[in-house]
């Protein structure tokens, strides 16, 4: 790999859940685990109802997302994998996409864009294919731009 990777992991920035029912979900991670609601999320193209939960404060919190369907017949079907994915603080996204993907990492469709919690974010595919030959082995990866603050703090 030639070349200084021009962006660094700073830490999690979150862990999405995935269920039919995200009552459910919030019975463990809010009623029993304490874990504070800050927003909510829902989205036709992303076939999303979510709610956003948060551990931790300021630049130390972890995001956690409680996904369901909004038609468990669509895709994409977030509740199909209970761990639907892992968020990881980006200190230069734009830096970082545009160098692995010139080492053959695999970004789902969609490009940089507005994620639910108002950051730009993209994803990297789960699954490798003949162009890409580096992915997510199974896992969905979000890569999310750490705001100036997470930057100071992690970097």
């Avoid at 021009?6 to 019975?27: C, E, M, N, S, Y």
């Avoid at 193209?45 to 972890?62: K, S």
């Amino acid at each position: 790999m030639a070349g200084p990777r021009p962006f660094k992991v700073l830490g999690i920035q979150q862990i999405a859940l995935g269920g039919t029912d995200k009552d459910r979900l919030k019975t463990l991670w809010v009623d029993m685990l304490g874990l504070r609601q800050t927003g909510t999320f829902r989205s036709e193209r992303e076939n999303v109802d979510e709610d956003i939960l948060a551990m931790g404060q300021g630049a130390h919190a972890v995001e956690v997302d409680l996904m369901q369907p909004l038609d468990p017949n669509a895709k994409p079907a977030v509740h199909a994998t209970p761990l639907n994915h892992v968020g990881l603080w980006i200190d230069d996204l734009p830096a970082a996409v545009e160098w692995l993907t010139a080492r053959g990492v695999r970004f789902a469709p969609g490009g940089i864009r507005k994620g639910a919690a108002g950051h730009d974010i993209t994803f990297l595919h789960p699954k490798s294919n003949e162009e890409f030959p580096i992915a997510g082995e199974g896992v969905l990866v979000e890569l999310v731009q750490a705001p100036a603050e997470v930057i100071s703090a992690l970097g």
